[in-house]
């Protein structure tokens, strides 16, 4: 290739522009927007479901207090003995408290009834694991779940 026909080549081949950038801020709005509604259904999603939960544990406390005077009442009449009383009893203080398991281990929301509350459980595991109780289920205990239930069902 000489010169005459490296110029003529120069000659012919046109400038290369390159192609403009591209207009990206309706993309980021776009993303914004989305965001700022997954954000807002997730929100308002969250406040309903707190609320369903809350007005479920209140409707069970509730059922269980209705329940607790059942018991009581079966158990007065001497419908049921001591160790089903103790039974039911256990199964409602922890369906009506919400709590994971039964144990001596004070719930947070009673604290202020600590020791009573293990005096209760304490009762109420002997009743309910042995066969021949030497103690009997006690009036007040159903006075205890009483209370307790009402202050769950009051301040959930």
């Not at 997730?42 to 479920?56: D, E, G």
């Amino acid at each position: 290739m000489n010169n005459t026909e490296l110029e003529s080549l120069t000659v012919q081949l046109a400038d290369i522009q390159l192609p403009s950038e591209p207009i990206l801020w309706p993309w980021y709005l776009g993303g914004i927007i989305a965001l700022t509604l997954l954000l807002t259904v997730a929100r308002l999603s969250f406040r309903q479901r707190r609320a369903n939960t809350q007005t479920i544990h209140q409707h069970s406390s509730q059922e269980a207090l209705q329940r607790l005077k059942q018991l009581h009442d079966e158990w007065q009449a001497q419908q049921i003995d001591d160790q089903r009383a103790a039974f039911r009893l256990a199964n409602l203080l922890r369906l009506g408290l919400n709590l994971p398991q039964l144990t001596a281990e004070v719930p947070p929301q009673l604290m202020f009834d600590a020791e009573l509350w293990q005096k209760t459980i304490e009762q109420l595991q002997q009743l309910r694991y042995h066969n021949q109780p030497i103690i009997k289920l006690d009036h007040s205990v159903f006075d205890h779940a009483r209370r307790w239930l009402t202050q769950e069902a009051t301040h959930p």
